[in-house]
């Protein structure tokens, strides 16, 4: 029997997560084999979506209990001017979604384009997209060139065929509005407040195995390694804080509430500002720290939340 079988599918996860790779041969006897590093569910591919997210009669995403939406983080014509000044008007701007079985998904799977996509659980109008310094030029030529930069915080817009597949505003009937007028209309945020289905929370923990709460030793070690990883730098806003005087200004934050839960996916690094805006506490840090950071935004040119 032929014991060097590939694995190459399981590989390759392997390296997305981080983990170290045992070797073995199937002779052995394998027991409390552990992957080390966390797993990132923030821009997991389509490809994970499409096979293991669940989907309601509205084409809406979820895992863990969260509804998620999609988008391309690396536009192949996409300016840095478009990024910055006009994402909804421009046709090289690709749209976000808010389904994952709409025309423009479809058509993409069944052209084995899906791995374009990101996926992201911050239901917000806004998105890091890389832009080209500017177009290439000539009569059909498609695609950007020059310097490339990540631009934060980009108003992408809605695919309308996202809002045609859940019929937003009865749009399938309204003909009087331009695609622009549709995107401009949408409110991500509220949409999803009003659509989220119940059914499709599922509680992670059961009365019996629910963690004693609390910050304890794990979460502070996690807490710095995140920190240290990501060079003190805020994962919702961008903010970075890696200078020693700001370093204070990061918290690593629950994403559910549940302080026992220190699994990676629901730990994440936000600035006092993003903290307070996304969290369930609307005072946390002392005022003297959110004013810091809230002065180092206007420095660095960040959006303030709070």
Known sequence: MNKNIQFLGLDNLIKKMGATKIPWELDQNISNIELTGPVEYTNTTINSVLEDFEMDDKGIMYKDGRAWILYIMEPKSATIDDL???????????????????????????????DRYVTTDLLIEKF???GFERKKKGFRIFGGEGKREKIPNVALGVCIHCLQRVNYNKIKTEKKKSNLEWREDFDVEKWFRENIQEKFIKPKYTSKNYPDPGYGNKFRLRATELKVRNNWTCLHCKLNCSKPRYRNLIHCD?????????????????????????????????????????????????????
């Open 128 to 130: 890091n997209v890389w």
């Open 84 to 114: 910055k000044n006009n994402p909804k008007e421009s046709d090289d701007v690709p749209r976000y979604h808010i389904t994952g079985n709409c025309r423009t998904m479809e058509g993409m799977r069944n052209k084995n384009r899906k």
């Open 254 to 306: 629950h994403k559910s509430g549940n302080t026992g839960d220190n699994s990676w996916e629901n730990l994440r690094l936000l600035c006092i500002d993003c903290h307070r805006y996304l969290g369930q506490n609307k005072t946390v840090g002392s005022s003297r720290d959110f004013q810091q950071c809230v002065s180092l935004k206007k420095v660095q040119n960040i959006r303030i939340f709070s």
